[in-house]
Each structure stands twice: as C-alpha cells, then as structure tokens.
C-alpha cells in the first residue's frame, strides 16, 4: 500500500514536471510575447567585524568577513509565469583559498493561478515556520547572526540540514480567506536525507533512495499577527554518510530511520512592538538502532521598531541535542542571549549591531571541561542592490 | 485688534473648514479607467499594496504606482494602510528577494502619479484630490481628517 502510494506520488511528481514547462511552451499569451519582459538582476551582500571571546580564556578573534552575498535573477515569462535563480556565496568565499562556500540556492518556475494556488517547480527552499524562506534575505531581517539553525555561515559546524528542510523540488502554496484573517498553505516535495556526496560512489547531490521528503505548513494571518504549524517527513536510510549512521556503524544498510520535524512559529505587532517566535523538534523513530536522539530549537525575539524602521530587539535561542544509543550517550545544549539593533540609512542599506554570549553545555566532557561559554560583538552592513 | 482684520481672519477660518477646502486636500485611491470595479476598501487596498492580492477580478495584473519618499500625501496613503513607509519598504524588498515581484514605480508629486495611472492599463496609485481628473477613476477616498 505505502510503496503504491509512493509509486503515485513519483508519477504526479512526473506528470508536474513534464506539464508545466510544456504549458509554458505552449500556451504563453500573444500580450506576454509581444511585450517579452526584462531580465532583472539584483541582490543583497552582508558584512561584519565581530569580536568573539571565549570566557575560560584563550582563542579570542577579530575578524571582517564578507558573511553572505546573494545573487538573483529572476524574468517573467508569461502572464502567470516567472522564474528565478539564486546564487549564494558565504564566508569570504574563494575557490583558491578554499573558503566558505558557493551555492545554487534556488532555481525554479513559477506558476500563479491566483491567491489561493501558486505552483513552484525546480529547486528552491521550502516553507517551514516563519523565517526559513527569508533566513537568508539579510537586508529584511534584523540579525547578524541568525538563530542557529538558520545561520548558513555556521554551516561547517553545525548540522543545520537536521532542524530544517533545505530544499524541495515542488511546492504549491496560497491563501484563503476566512472572515478577516488569511490562511496560508504550503505543501511540498523534495529529496530524502539520503543523499550521495561521495563522487567515488556515483553522482553526487542526488537521492540514493527511492524515498521523498514531504512537507508542508498551514498558518493563519490576521491584521499584524501571524502564527502557523509545520511538518516534514522523510527516512533515512542505515550506511548513508550522514551524521546518524556513524554512530551506528553496524547497522545494515537497508534499516530505516523515519525522521520527522515539527515546527511552530507565531509573530506579531503591536504598535511599536514585534515579535518572532519559532520551535522546531526533530523525532527520530526510537524503534529502530538508534534508541533515542531527539533535537529541540526555540527562540523568542522582542522588540522595538520606529516608523523611520530603526529597531532594536533582545531575543534568547535554545538548542538541545541529546543521543542515546548502546555506545554512548551525547547531549550538548547551546543557551544564546542576544541584543541588536538595526538602522536603516536608506531604503536599501542597513547597519547592524548585535552582541550575544553563548554558553555551551556538553557530555561527555573534553578534557575535564563541560561547558564554555563565549561573548560576541559584531557590526555589519547589509546593502541591497 | 481692528475690526477688517478680525472679519479677515474670520473669513480664512471658515474657508479652511469649508468642506470644498477638505475635499481638495483629501487623497483619493485612483486607478486606471478599465480597471473593473468601481470602488474599494481599505483591506483590499492594503492585499495590493502587500502584494497579497495582484490580479483584478479579469484576470489582468495589478500595477501599483507609488509616490516619491517624504511625500505627505504618501505618509497620509500608508498611514491609512496602517503601515509606516519603511515597513512597506520592507514588504516590498522581502517580495522581490522571494522572486514574487518588483516594488512599485515611483512618481514624483500628485500631478505624475495621476498622469502615470491614466496611461497605464490596470494602474492602482493615491494623489491629492485637488490633482485628480476624469482621466482616472477614484476608487476610495481618505478624507484629510479620518474619523
């Protein structure tokens, strides 16, 4: 029954991908190719000074650091239709060097029936609570660093892949009406966890399995309020090279892990005032190897904003990790107390100020230590262009 | 005071309160002349201008026309909206960086914008009534003074 569905699912995912760009070939407007639309090019870059130190002494750092530049394009292609490309580089990012990265964030069509349907096909990033869709458009959010699991600079050392979906291949999405308020819907599909980074082993970036990750989020706006719940589900699959399967070498490779991520986001306005809020918790099937691994992210921001869009905010994010399995046991909790404040100089530059001490609690120890914690100064410019 | 100057000044303040004096500085919701309907409310003005709602009920886009910074009559437009201009701002920039569209031309002062909406088929924009005319279609209008 499940493997019918998934056969279902494989051939609507075909029928979507085979129809759409044939509708656009076939069926674009005598308006829309008479008066072909331009090609826009934009984008936005962020760059800070920070001043990190570690409170148990030892290790302190200055550092400028170009942390993100995007680059869009996006074109109309027809009266319902347009596309958009996405390039991202992050930390200074040089291929001569081997710093940071350089990332095709997103590459997809976009049909538009109305409010209530839009349908996005190729590459792009999914809807998940509030900020994932936006975490990396600096220029219209107020932090520096972003709550943790959204910081694609922190990428290298931490899993951000696990708390959050990264990409999804096809999404449709909208809103309804209902009295006064508007409720918003997006439901996708995108790859498994279970994908090939090793080109020894055949082609990379591409799922292994013949599995899917679905997802979707429903939410309810109302005036200056906004709230939603959301989900995804997908499996991975034992002797993969992901985080999981390395703590349980032994495991054949045809057991599964379901993995499944909630998430929960509510904002609001009043008057002056904002807030953003989020939770994420990520379930693995306990049934299976890996006895109990449970992932836990909240963060609460509050804050002041004038009518000239000055705004500062104090926030405090929370991420729990804890592994249970027959070797050992891991558990490492990051608590992140933050100030910032952003001044817009035009409507297209933005300085940004934020400080935030982390304290890290971890086990087992290294060497002796089991927690740590660390001041962050930093001061950025965020431009768009 | 001397009497011709209190009759003066008498005079100017009836003339300020008259309604013809109101009714020149109100700013009205204009559109272009095919746009389909004849009139509109604050919340539906509020899904175009966020960019929550871009089609007319044919079918045919939205064009939003938008004045030039440090305009009162812009200040007054949002204020009614309920939005400062720099929160507009930011709507506008989330929606271009998400690949969902451009933020609206801008015109400098009343007599363009009204210009602009005449020409442009499907065109939404705000001016001074005092600069409205029958090239457009008036769509709502924000009384100087709200209740």
New interface residues.
Partial sequence: MRRNNQHLLRLLLTGLLIAGPAYLTLAPSAEAQRHAAPLRIFGYFQSQFYHQEWLGGGGDQNSFQLQQLNLMLQKDLARRWTAFVNFEVVNNFSSFRDWGSFNLEEAWIRWRFDNRLSLRLGLQIPTFNNLNTIKNRTPVIPYIIRPLPYERSFEEFIRIDEYIPQQAYVQAFGWLPIGSAKIDYAAYLGNSANINEDSDLGQTGIDTTDLLLFGGRIGMRWGDFKAGASITYDEYVLGNSVAIIEMEPEQPSTNKVPRLRLGGDLSFRLGPIFSENEIINVRYDESGPVSDLDILFYYLTLGVATDEGVQVYASYWRTDESLVTDIEDLDLTLDIYGLGIVVPVSGAFFYKAQYARVEQEFKPDVNGVTSQAINYFSMAISVSF | MPTPWRIILGLLAVLACSPASAAESDVCIIAHLDVPIDELSR?SILDFYTG????WSDGS?VVLFDQE?NDTVRDRFFSFLGK????M??LW??R????EG?PPATYGGDSAMVAAVASTPSAIGFAQRSAVTDDVKVLLVIPEREP
């Fill in positions: 919340g929550d709602i871009r089609q886009p910074d400062s201009s720099s929160r701002r930011t920039m989330k271009m960086l998400a690949g451009e």
